[in-house]
């Protein structure tokens, strides 16, 4: 049922999207991508929402380093990711991830990111004004901006197994932000949430995805 579009950021620079929509959408929501693109799983993830009834949009934020990109859940997958992400500054990648949320012409705009996109979820929430609610999953980098304060109400997701987040990491969140919504499933690992990784666990994607559409309906009911 998606599409893809042509976004333009207030730099001027244009970039591609996956938009997807389903009959009336009462909610607007950017999908913010792992460091492996807008591949099948996002556009899966994008594809649940809009049955949800949101209207979807999921920039494609690695077009400023390299077009069309869709990794795979692999070794060479991930060093390719963690390569074109160092190519983009931050600053940049936030002007295509408000570009999206402004395409979507609502008065309020929720946005949900995974992986590099959870970390980005948390940087829209505190650096920029566009969002009236932020997710993230398993978002690896927020530690280290734990001191920014959100503008908009947020919920976090980590797993208890999850290698790349130490528990120390997640304690430090929790202490720096009482307020923000916190969650760490037993057993998870990182990427629970992606069927298409060795990681995934059902159990802990059901809760996660359940407080998150019931989340973002109440803060974003119009």
């Known amino acids: 049922m998606g599409q ?7 730099d001027g620079y244009q970039f591609s999207a996956w ?3 389903r009959g009336t959408h009462p909610y607007s929501l950017v999908v913010l991508q792992e460091i492996f693109g807008v591949n099948h799983h996002i556009r899966t993830v ?7 009834g949101f209207h979807v949009i999921a920039p494609a934020l690695f077009d400023r380093a390299e077009r069309g990109v869709e990794l795979e859940y692999t070794t060479d997958g991930v060093q ?5 992400r160092a190519q983009i500054p931050t600053a940049k990648t936030l002007l295509d991830v408000q570009a999206a949320a402004r395409a979507l012409k609502a008065r309020k705009v929720g946005v949900i990111g995974y992986c590099w996109g959870g970390t980005l ?3 829209a929430a505190t650096g920029t004004d566009d969002f009236a609610a932020a997710v993230s999953w398993y978002g690896g980098g927020i530690a280290a901006h734990r001191e920014e304060t959100p503008r908009c109400p947020v919920q976090l997701h ?4 999850d290698t790349s987040i130490p528990h120390a990491d ?10 923000v919504e916190l969650y ?3 057993d998870a690992e990182h990427g629970f949430g992606c069927e298409e990784r060795a990681s995934y666990n059902a159990q802990a994607f059901v809760q996660a995805q359940e407080r998150s559409l019931a989340f973002l309906k109440s803060t974003l009911n119009p």
């Open 19 to 21: 938009e997807t929509e």
């Open 80 to 84: 390719k990711g963690l390569a074109l």
């Open 46 to 52: 994008c594809e649940r929402f809009a049955q949800a």
């Open 170 to 179: 997640i304690a430090a969140i929790r202490a720096a932000q009482p307020n």
């Open 4 to 10: 893809i579009r042509t976004l333009e950021a207030a």
């Open 184 to 186: 760490v499933y037993d």
């Open 121 to 123: 979820a948390w940087d």
């Open 158 to 161: 980590f797993g208890e197994r």
